[in-house]
């Protein structure tokens, strides 16, 4: 090959390619899509219809409640309609909804304030519960001291029904919201603390906890960013399904006649004044536990399909 001719190969050659910069923070960047732990969460949870439908049926649920008595100013104890036969036991209609009771009051105002108030019970129990359970169970899991004390106590509890150390305590207490607020949350918080503790004791001798700890993270460090983060879908599991329960507890106390003063509406009050006309004004009995059963359905629905949708390992990624 010639001189000349291999200067000519040089020269297209230089035309055919170019020299490439190089950059060293393109080596660090990630092909992969960013991912959203919160951002998948909603996307798993608004996929499934069920979920959506649920979730509008709950809202609409909540709005009634919660916003309808503010506005309908009802009062539990007006008893102005006894002596007039024409408003007393009207069936459904346009101008009442869920017709009036045996005293002249509209069933749609009393149903939806007594639904405000098992609601109101239920979420501030479940939050006491939730928050207390939660705090105790994950030191619980850390700390092998308090087995000594707590155990004997939830060994204790877990043996005795429910439902009898909430009727001995509201009878005990007396009526009123913030004494069947106590009697329901009084014992129920060892139940989430124990479960805290067991799923706190699966989850801390994990490699990544004790690559933690070697490093030198807290204790408190490694339960606010390691464990508690991994324990988020059966956090929401739990509190799903014992929100329902509240408002079921409430509604049968209020069905034997404890839990609540008879000036307060609740759900379980106007089922069991209305429970004498099961036969002969159905409506009366029916409408209060449709409403309830609305609730309750919903509520675990929701909450299970947005427990599924907060574990991770149901995030396509």
Not at 150 to 172: F, H, K, Q, R
Not at 204 to 216: I, P, W
Request: charged share 15%; glycine share 6%.
């Amino acid at each position: 090959m010639t001189e000349e001719k291999l200067e000519k190969d040089i020269v297209l050659s230089d035309d055919l390619f170019e020299f490439v910069k190089v950059d060293e923070k393109a080596s660090e960047k990630i092909a992969t899509p960013e991912y959203s732990y919160w951002g998948s969460v909603f996307r798993k949870f608004f996929s499934s219809k069920v979920a959506v439908f649920m979730l509008v049926v709950l809202i609409a649920v909540l709005a009634f409640a919660f916003i309808q008595p503010m506005f309908s100013g009802f009062d539990n104890l007006n008893t102005s309609n006894i002596n007039n036969p024409k408003m007393r036991f009207i069936r459904p209609n346009w101008e009442h909804p869920f017709g009036t009771d045996d005293v002249g009051r509209p069933v749609f105002d009393l149903v939806w304030a007594g639904a405000r108030t098992s609601l109101s019970i239920s979420f501030i129990t479940t939050f006491i519960t939730m928050t207390l359970g939660i705090i105790v169970g994950t030191v619980w899991g850390f700390n092998k001291k308090l087995d000594f004390y707590l155990m004997d106590i939830y060994n204790i509890v877990s043996n005795i029904p429910y439902t009898l150390i909430v009727m001995i305590l509201s009878y005990t207490l007396g009526a009123g919201v913030p004494q069947l607020i106590f009697a329901l949350s009084a014992t129920s918080w060892i139940g989430v603390a124990y479960f805290m503790r067991v799923q706190v004791m699966i989850i801390r001798d994990r490699e990544y906890n004790m690559a933690s700890k070697v490093l030198g993270s807290s204790t408190m460090k490694i339960i606010t960013h390691n464990i508690l983060p991994q324990l988020i879908s059966i956090i929401v599991t739990s509190a799903s399904t014992r929100m329902p329960a509240y408002v079921s507890t409430e509604v049968f106390l209020g069905y034997i006649g404890l839990g609540l003063t008879q000036s307060t509406a609740s759900l379980g009050r106007t089922i069991q004044d209305h429970s004498q006309y099961m036969q002969s004004a159905t409506y009366l009995f029916i409408i209060p536990v449709a409403v309830l059963a609305v609730i309750t359905v919903s509520f675990y629905i929701v909450g299970q399909k947005l427990a599924d949708a907060s574990d991770p390992r149901n995030h396509g990624i």
